[in-house]
């Protein structure tokens, strides 16, 4: 049963399973197979999409205790969910199985700087930056195996995790688009430093790999080799007490820790249309938004409300909301923990008259005068199908640092469409004809005016 926008979300307790709010008891064996490699796809998406972030860094030469960066704001070969192409990414990958690990953190001087720690699962548990745990004065992070009850050194933030593996993404914000502001940037990102705890009084010098311009592949494949990936992640981390019944779940797939994953060619072809259907639903899920204003089509996916009251977690009382979690970490990477101070971020699948947005045809955005943002807003293009920047695009945003042509009140208009408008290139970003697409407007350093609704983004309208 493919599950489709409007349903009532999966809850999954260690009792029963509940699929759209109804028990499902009559079913024959190949399709309670067919449901169950299919909830077991929306379970496992947050830690299938780290895994193959994970291994787009190892295949970039990383290491435990490397950095990947962009020297450059990233093109489409940057391929994780719903990036921008404004601020310099670093990312990195962290294992705690054998011992703590620090993480060093410059203060943010002479560029902005904010990302989070997250675990395996995505859950972010801790802040960088002026919002962050370390205030913007840098610091020392030392991240904690699961169940580790030793005393940590006075100063040092403690970020504890229930699971062995997990990554780190920071936005390092050039003050502007000079190269004088990029450098300040980039020798600010070289001050990371990642390395074991027990290496405190020495800390090893650190690698860093300029990804910019190269393909950094880590979207997560919707095939049966998802399931690859989900079965290596089961072998590497703790069970979850939440996760009792999805563990039985995925032993009906033949999905067991310490146990080779061998489905034959029928099974395979069975979680083939498990991951089809997942990726249905996610898409329903990220097109399904609520207005930010009366009337708007821009607003927050309906997967972000959960998010935000449960710090990503998606559990209440108890039950573990896997419909909404899966469709968050299908479509994104690395949330805050405090979502907002930092940045806001707003959904817009749909144009003005309410159809959704069609790679074929063309639009315009006008971007009124004085954006509540106090460092920079950007509007970014995405593929629906794989939440990253449509490959081999030209480009995939327009932002404030950016030359761009405006009204003289300020105002700018922005184009999307297959071609550009004359003497619009600077204005404009490629969408492909037969691909649908999301735009998504952040605002870095939100303000008050977008806060309280005073100022509102007009609806992305078609042109001829």
Same mark, same amino acid.
């Not at 379970?43 to 299938?48: N, S």
């Given at each position: 049963?493919?599950?489709?926008?409007?349903?009532?979300?999966?809850?999954?307790?260690?009792?029963?399973?509940?699929?759209?709010?109804?028990?499902?008891?009559?079913?024959?064996?190949?399709?309670?197979?067919a449901q169950q490699a299919l909830e077991a796809?929306?379970?496992?998406?947050?830690?299938?999409?780290?895994?193959?972030?994970?291994?787009?860094?190892?295949?970039?030469?990383?290491?435990?205790?490397?950095?990947?960066?962009?020297?450059?704001?990233?093109?489409?070969?940057?391929?994780?969910?719903?990036?921008?192409?404004?601020?310099?990414?670093?990312?990195?990958?962290?294992?705690?199985?054998?011992?703590?690990?620090?993480?060093?953190?410059?203060?943010?001087?002479?560029?902005?700087?904010?990302?989070?720690?997250?675990?395996?699962?995505?859950?972010?548990?801790?802040?960088?930056?002026?919002?962050?745990?370390?205030?913007?004065?840098?610091?020392?992070?030392?991240?904690?195996?699961?169940?580790?009850?030793?005393?940590?050194?006075?100063?040092?933030?403690?970020?504890?995790?229930?699971?062995?593996?997990?990554?780190?993404?920071?936005?390092?914000?050039?003050?502007?688009?000079?190269?004088?502001?990029?450098?300040?940037?980039?020798?600010?990102?070289?001050?990371?430093?990642?390395?074991?705890?027990?290496?405190?009084?020495?800390?090893?010098?650190?690698?860093?790999?300029?990804?910019?311009?190269?393909?950094?592949?880590?979207?997560?494949?919707?095939?049966?080799?998802?399931?690859?990936?989900?079965?290596?992640?089961?072998?590497?981390?703790?069970?979850?007490?939440?996760?009792?019944?999805?563990?039985?779940?995925?032993?009906?797939?033949?999905?067991?820790k310490g146990k080779p994953f061998k489905p034959?060619?029928?099974?395979?072809?069975?979680?083939?249309?498990?991951?089809?259907?997942?990726?249905?639903?996610?898409?329903?899920?990220?097109?399904?938004?609520?207005?930010?204003?009366?009337?708007?089509?821009?607003?927050?996916?309906?997967?972000?409300?959960?998010?935000?009251?449960?710090?990503?977690?998606?559990?209440?009382?108890?039950?573990?909301?896997?419909?909404?979690?899966?469709?968050?970490?299908?479509?994104?990477?690395?949330?805050?923990?405090?979502?907002?101070?930092?940045?806001?971020?707003?959904?817009?699948?749909?144009?003005? =008259?309410?159809?959704?947005? &069609?790679?074929? +045809? %063309?639009?315009? @955005? *006008?971007?009124? !005068? #004085? $954006?509540?943002?106090?460092?920079?807003? =950007?509007?970014?293009?995405? &593929?629906?199908? +794989? %939440?990253?920047? @449509? *490959?081999?695009? !030209? #480009? $995939?945003?327009?932002?404030?640092?950016?030359?761009?042509?405006?009204?003289?009140?300020?105002? %700018?208009?922005?184009?999307?469409?297959?071609?550009?408008?004359?003497?619009?290139?600077?204005?404009?970003?490629?969408?492909?004809?037969?691909?649908?697409?999301?735009?998504?407007?952040?605002?870095?350093?939100?303000?008050?005016?977008?806060?309280?609704?005073?100022?509102?983004?007009?609806?992305?309208?078609?042109?001829?």
């Open positions: 049963m493919a599950l489709t926008q409007g349903q009532t979300s999966t809850r999954i307790d260690a009792k029963s399973r509940r699929i759209g709010g109804q028990r499902h008891s009559e079913e024959s064996s190949g399709e309670r197979l796809a929306v379970w496992g998406m947050p830690i299938v999409s780290f895994e193959a972030m994970r291994r787009a860094f190892f295949a970039a030469g990383g290491n435990y205790g490397d950095f990947v960066y962009c020297s450059r704001p990233a093109d489409w070969k940057f391929q994780i969910t719903s990036p921008n192409a404004s601020s310099l990414y670093v990312y990195f990958n962290f294992n705690t199985k054998s011992a703590p690990i620090l993480l060093d953190v410059p203060p943010a001087e002479g560029a902005g700087l904010y990302g989070s720690i997250n675990d395996a699962w995505q859950i972010p548990l801790a802040d960088f930056g002026p919002e962050g745990e370390d205030k913007g004065k840098g610091g020392k992070y030392v991240i904690l195996p699961p169940g580790y009850k030793d005393a940590v050194p006075f100063g040092v933030i403690a970020v504890r995790t229930d699971s062995y593996n997990g990554y780190g993404l920071l936005r390092i914000i050039p003050a502007s688009s000079s190269e004088a502001d990029r450098m300040k940037a980039l020798a600010l990102i070289k001050r990371l430093r990642l390395y074991p705890a027990a290496e405190w009084a020495n800390p090893p010098r650190a690698k860093f790999i300029d990804i910019a311009g190269k393909l950094f592949d880590g979207i997560a494949r919707m095939d049966d080799t998802f399931f690859d990936s989900l079965a290596m992640m089961v072998n590497e981390e703790t069970a979850q007490t939440h996760d009792t019944h999805s563990l039985e779940l995925l032993r009906s797939i033949g999905i067991e034959n060619s029928a099974l395979r072809a069975t979680l083939r249309q498990a991951t089809s259907e997942a990726l249905a639903y996610f898409i329903d899920a990220t097109t399904d938004v609520t207005p930010y204003w009366p009337e708007s089509q821009w607003g927050t996916s309906s997967f972000l409300a959960p998010g935000v009251q449960s710090g990503f977690r998606y559990d209440s009382g108890g039950v573990l909301d896997i419909d909404a979690r899966g469709a968050m970490f299908f479509f994104a990477c690395a949330p805050p923990k405090r979502l907002g101070a930092a940045s806001f971020y707003l959904a817009g699948p749909r144009d003005a =008259a309410g159809a959704f947005l &069609d790679g074929g +045809t %063309a639009y315009r @955005l *006008r971007v009124p !005068p #004085n $954006v509540p943002a106090r460092q920079f807003w =950007a509007v970014t293009v995405y &593929d629906l199908e +794989t %939440a990253s920047f @449509l *490959r081999g695009t !030209p #480009n $995939v945003e327009v932002n404030s640092y950016q030359d761009i042509p405006r009204a003289p009140d300020g105002a %700018a208009d922005i184009f999307f469409g297959p071609n550009a408008p004359l003497g619009r290139h600077a204005n404009w970003v490629y969408t492909a004809p037969g691909r649908q697409w999301i735009a998504m407007f952040r605002f870095y350093g939100p303000q008050k005016a977008l806060h309280d609704k005073t100022w509102r983004l007009p609806d992305i309208e078609r042109i001829a």
